[in-house]
């Protein structure tokens, strides 16, 4: 597919995945993509990993993909497992050029969706995987019915969660200055002046989850 539509002369970038090896990479732009997108199973929707066994972890596979990208003179895109400001800190340290954000904005006032609020007046929007049961089925309702039958089997996501708006970041403006201030802290802490100087200069370690806890604030009440 990725051939046929380079063979056409679209005249843009042509994005294409998703991977998560060198080898990935490397077929897909000897296929003619000109970026790569990184990541199987790390999304908030996503049941990949336990439907499929197939995956990797985020971190690792952004830092391969994009060695071997770098390589070939292209760029990847991180895509999934962001959940928080460190998160893209850490797919740009392992060498992303961009960071695709999806669950994380869909709790806000310009997400697609009906806003509507629960028992207690709190306000969310329903979101759902593009691999799930709902999504499936509306991607495939006008097609016949054995069709639909044999692709309904096929669940890889969540179909329906809640996305609460949270009451002090309701819009998309006020997560991206959080993002930002969250990532510039970062980039002062490695002694970074720019993203591509903080992608040379961050240091990457392994992490115990007992390392993991101890970084975690007290919760309220302590």
């Known amino acids: ?37 990184v990541g199987v199973g790390p999304g908030a929707m996503c049941t990949t990993r336990m439907q499929t066994a197939v995956g990797r972890p985020q971190f690792s596979a952004v830092y391969e993909c994009s060695q071997a990208a770098s390589k070939l003179g292209k760029h990847v895109w991180a895509d999934g ?12 340290a392992a060498g992303a050029s961009q ?9 806000t006032h310009e997400s697609p969706g009906v806003l509507q609020t629960d028992n207690d007046g709190r306000a969310y929007k329903e979101s759902y995987g593009m691999a799930s049961a709902r999504a499936v089925a509306a991607r495939t309702a006008g097609t016949g019915s054995f069709e639909r039958a044999r692709k309904a089997l096929y669940e890889e996501g969540i179909s ?22 969250g990532l510039r802290s970062s980039c002062t802490y490695a ?11 961050a240091v990457a370690g392994v992490q115990s989850a007992a390392g993991y806890q101890e970084g975690r604030p007290l919760p309220k009440g302590w």
């Open 191 to 201: 002694g970074a002046r720019s993203l591509a100087e903080f992608a040379d200069l």
């Open 99 to 107: 960071v695709m954000v999806g669950s994380w904005f869909a709790g």
């Open 81 to 92: 497992g962001v959940r928080h400001p460190r998160d893209i800190a850490l797919a740009i």
């Open 1 to 37: 597919a990725l051939r046929r539509v380079k063979a056409m002369n679209p005249g843009v970038p042509v994005v294409a995945g998703n991977v998560v090896t060198a080898v990935g990479v490397e077929e897909l732009v000897e296929a003619g993509a000109d970026i790569i997108k």
């Open 160 to 181: 329906s969660s809640k996305m609460y708006l949270d009451p002090q970041r309701p819009g998309v403006e006020d997560l991206i200055d959080q993002i930002t201030a």
